[in-house]
């Protein structure tokens, strides 16, 4: 079993991300920014539990701090599926296509890995949007000597957002299916709606208490 790339050294990563292979590639950094933004929030959460001056919302940050590492666990188990997803997809691509019968195989197969393909990121989107809903609460009552690092936290999150929006409109730009390529809009533009200004908001927050 090939090693996971969230098991490699941070500079085989950037250099397998580097070449001319076709994954790790956009999509695996839109999960990556989601990950590391999920873990700085983890980091503020768990500096925050077991501090008496927090004292009156450890509950809280213990609830946070749940939902942080799950997001983090699923957002790095998002980047590996990105990979074998598009790795699926390139290999799709080079189907002979030299007869009729062959053309349609290859239609067909490419139809339905163009949509596993889009639907990964659009999941690392989703789990972004998720990561950036728990900033504010953490800004609010997180360890405030560590506050900065929820500003870093969403500008990753929302970085991964709209990262992993591109990777899913490049592949519906490719599918035939023309009512899921509608579907995967609306979700798309529901989940990007607003989070330009509520990442705006959580910076301000985040840099009134520095």
């Known amino acids: 079993m090939p090693e996971?790339?969230?098991?490699k050294p941070v500079k085989s990563f950037l250099d397998e991300l580097?070449?001319?292979?076709?994954?790790?590639?956009g999509g695996s950094v839109a999960a990556l920014a989601g990950a590391l933004g999920a873990a700085l929030i983890s980091m503020v959460n768990n500096l925050t539990v077991g501090k008496e001056k927090?004292?009156?919302v450890q509950d809280d940050i213990s609830a946070l701090l749940k939902k942080s590492?799950?997001?983090r666990k699923k957002l790095s188990d998002l980047l590996e599926e990105d990979v074998t997803a598009y790795t699926k997809l390139s290999q799709t691509m080079k189907m002979?296509?030299?007869?009729?019968?062959?053309?349609?195989?290859r239609a067909k197969a490419m139809d339905r890995d163009l949509k596993a393909a889009a639907d990964v990121p659009l999941r690392v989107a989703e789990a972004c949007v998720t990561v950036m809903e728990l900033c504010r609460p953490v800004a609010e009552k997180g360890n405030v000597?560590?506050?900065s690092d929820v500003g870093v936290g969403i500008l990753m999150a929302e970085a991964g957002?709209?990262?992993?929006?591109?990777?899913?409109?490049i592949?519906?730009?490719w599918i035939k299916d023309t009512q899921y390529v509608s579907e995967t809009r609306k979700k798309l533009d529901a989940l990007l709606k607003g989070k330009p200004a509520l990442r705006d908001e959580i910076y301000e927050l985040v840099a009134s208490k520095l």
């Open 171 to 173: 592949n519906l730009g």
């Open 96 to 105: 002979p296509r030299d007869t009729e019968e062959q053309k349609t195989a």
């Open 4 to 7: 996971k790339l969230t098991e």
């Open 18 to 25: 580097a070449s001319s292979a076709p994954a790790p590639g």
């Open 161 to 169: 957002l709209r990262s992993a929006a591109l990777n899913v409109l």
């Open 54 to 56: 927090y004292a009156s």
């Open 145 to 147: 000597n560590a506050v």
């Open 69 to 71: 590492e799950s997001l």
